[in-house]
């Protein structure tokens, strides 16, 4: 609200807010012109006001006079004082350190649960660089990327990582993935139209390594070497 606000020009009066001259005073032609601009203004504000609220509030604070009236008593409302607002944080923290990517959730979506959790943290206070949650989503991404972190972690520095470059690089993948298993679907419906298909086993490799996957098998076939960029092998394995 408070960028709304600012990107209309009228947060100062939530700021400093306006007070009605008395009745008795006698205005000129340019103070009066000047009040009216103010009022209306102010009646802007508490519109936006009002629409960011349900009715049930609405009714509460109708009789406020301005909007910075408006402003304080909702501030009042709903701001929280510290203690509330620590645990409501401890809460948000709990629930930010269990998420994790489900089966068949999208990167989209996953990235989307995160920083929805990430943004009410950084709301209420909590100092949470991209870096942080960085970290996070690589710890809690589906076997199906695994190798993809391995690639990540190896090219390039997490630190300096930030979000909406993670969640473009995941996408990607997600795609190839995506057109890789479509392609296989295609020639086995192929193969078994022509009577000769008795099924199929993927080869795979089982890696393990930097404390994650440990035991879990994937497709090495599908590794993208982030040195010549081509699959079937990882950057330190790369011969160029």
């Given at each position: 609200?408070?960028?709304?606000?600012?990107?209309?020009?009228?947060?100062?009066?939530?700021?400093?807010?306006?007070?009605e001259?008395?009745?008795?005073?006698?205005?000129?032609?340019?103070?009066?012109?000047?009040l009216?601009?103010?009022?209306?203004?102010?009646?802007?504000?508490?519109?936006?006001?009002?629409?960011?609220?349900?009715?049930?509030?609405?009714?509460?604070?109708?009789?406020?006079?301005?909007?910075?009236?408006?402003?304080?008593?909702?501030?009042?409302?709903?701001?929280?004082?510290?203690?509330?607002k620590?645990?409501?944080?401890?809460?948000?923290?709990?629930?930010?350190?269990?998420?994790?990517?489900?089966?068949?959730?999208?990167?989209?979506?996953?990235?989307?649960?995160?920083?929805?959790?990430?943004?009410?943290?950084r709301?209420?206070?909590?100092?949470?660089?991209?870096?942080?949650?960085?970290?996070k989503?690589?710890r809690?991404?589906?076997?199906?990327?695994?190798?993809?972190?391995?690639?990540?972690?190896?090219?390039?520095?997490?630190?300096?990582?930030?979000?909406?470059e993670?969640?473009?690089?995941?996408?990607?993948?997600?795609?190839?993935?995506?057109?890789?298993?479509?392609?296989?679907?295609?020639a086995?419906?192929?193969?078994?139209?022509?009577?000769?298909?008795?099924g199929?086993?993927?080869?795979?490799?089982s890696?393990?390594?930097?404390?994650?996957?440990?035991?879990?098998?994937?497709?090495?076939?599908?590794?993208?070497?982030?040195?010549?960029?081509?699959?079937?092998?990882?950057?330190?394995?790369?011969p160029?």
């Amino acid at each position: 609200m408070e960028n709304l606000l600012r990107s209309k020009g009228l947060w100062s009066l939530i700021e400093n807010g306006f007070e009605e001259p008395e009745s008795a005073t006698v205005q000129t032609i340019a103070q009066q012109t000047q009040l009216d601009e103010i009022r209306m203004k102010d009646h802007k504000v508490k519109h936006y006001l009002y629409q960011a609220i349900d009715r049930v509030v609405f009714e509460q604070i109708l009789d406020r006079r301005t909007s910075k009236i408006v402003w304080d008593s909702l501030k009042s409302k709903f701001g929280g004082n510290e203690r509330v607002k620590k645990s409501l944080l401890n809460t948000l923290r709990r629930e930010f350190e269990v998420l994790e990517m489900k089966k068949g959730e999208t990167i989209k979506e996953y990235f989307a649960k995160v920083m929805a959790v990430a943004n009410q943290m950084r709301s209420n206070g909590e100092t949470m660089p991209d870096s942080v949650i960085v970290e996070k989503i690589l710890r809690n991404l589906t076997e199906q990327f695994t190798y993809v972190i391995v690639s990540i972690e190896e090219a390039k520095d997490t630190r300096t990582v930030s979000v909406d470059e993670l969640q473009s690089s995941l996408s990607v993948h997600e795609q190839k993935f995506k057109r890789v298993d479509q392609e296989e679907d295609h020639a086995l419906k192929a193969v078994a139209g022509d009577g000769r298909f008795e099924g199929r086993r993927r080869g795979t490799n089982s890696y393990r390594g930097r404390g994650r996957g440990r035991g879990r098998s994937f497709d090495k076939a599908r590794v993208e070497c982030y040195k010549c960029h081509k699959l079937g092998h990882f950057q330190y394995e790369c011969p160029r």
